[in-house]
Nanobody, 125 residues
């Protein structure tokens, strides 16, 4: 069992930066692939993939819209995964979720076994 708690969200102006953190409980954190997803405002919006990182941190994968602006990283000693978000745009406004995958990692939400409660990021123009 893994419990995930996101933090670091907030209100920022366009062009600014935020760093999200996701703290995980459980002794097996280092064996999980981790991902970040976001859900834009609106009831019908689905959670969309942002970035993922392998258990070792050696492999990373981003969706095209954030490539070059966002950086995913992890510190297995601290049971934490991060999402550094730079050059933020109003369209980045969403609730951001971290997720843990017991096997592998990837862009499909269905691949992930555990989810955090989300943290709101709002980018003003």
């Amino acid at each position: 069992q893994v419990q995930l708690v996101e933090s670091g969200g907030g209100l920022v102006q366009a062009g600014g930066s935020l760093r999200l953190s996701c703290a995980a409980s459980g002794r097996t954190f280092s064996s999980y692939g981790m991902g970040w997803f976001r859900q834009a405002p609106g009831k019908e919006q689905e959670r969309k993939f942002i970035a993922a990182i392998s258990w070792s941190g050696g492999s990373k994968y981003y969706t095209d819209s954030v490539e070059g602006r966002f950086i995913i990283s992890r510190d297995n000693a601290k049971n934490t995964v991060y999402l550094q978000m730079n050059s933020l745009k109003p369209e980045d406004t969403a609730v951001y979720y971290c997720a843990a995958a017991a096997q592998g990692y990837g862009s499909r939400a269905g691949s992930y076994n555990y989810w955090g409660q989300g943290t709101q990021v709002t980018v003003s123009s």
